[in-house]
């Protein structure tokens, strides 16, 4: 058992070593640039351009952005994705993507260790929760797990995470 879990968190470092190492050779590109260039982030980038937020998140920021996956989109109900994407719920989308975003650069080191409610710029709070678990480090914001942290882009930092958050 204590050997499965080491081995986890061995290839759990590895993966986000190898993300950092990316995060480092995209430094002269933006928020929106490092997620269009990631096919994991397809749904997400289509998404902002549905709403938008592209230019937004083109701007000087700083800009810290909590990004789902696709697999994150897909474990919504059956059509949550296509009908947010329609232009009548453009208004729903910007809200939802909006609670992805904060204000100014939050890295993983600010974070580890503590439990903060952060404001989005939606205007709502997320909880991010820098304690870990049992066995390693790790941070959750509401109930989504960071699955890549520090992504560095010239105007912010992106976390890539596991679950869409849903504003309340």
Do not use: W
Request: glycine fraction near 10%; aromatic fraction near 4%.
């Amino acid at each position: 058992m204590k050997r499965r879990t080491l081995l986890k968190t061995v290839a759990a470092t590895g993966l986000l070593g190898a993300l950092g190492a990316c995060a480092n050779q995209s430094e002269g590109n933006d928020i929106v640039d490092i997620a269009s260039s990631n096919p994991d982030f397809s749904t997400l980038v289509a998404a902002l351009g549905a709403a938008g937020l592209v230019d937004t998140l083109r701007g000087d920021g700083p800009f810290t952005v909590f990004a789902p996956t696709n697999a994150a989109f897909d474990a919504l109900p059956a059509g949550t994705v296509d009908s947010l994407l329609q232009p009548e719920n453009v208004g729903t989308l910007r809200s939802i993507l909006l609670y992805h975003v904060v204000p100014g650069n939050i890295t993983s080191d600010q974070v580890l260790g503590q439990r903060l409610d952060v404001a989005t710029v939606n205007g709502q709070t997320v909880r991010v929760d820098g304690t870990g678990g049992k066995y390693a480090a790790t941070v959750r914001v509401n109930d989504a797990n960071v699955t890549a942290a520090d992504i560095i882009a010239t105007n912010g930092v992106i976390h890539v995470i596991d679950k869409v958050l849903l504003p309340s």
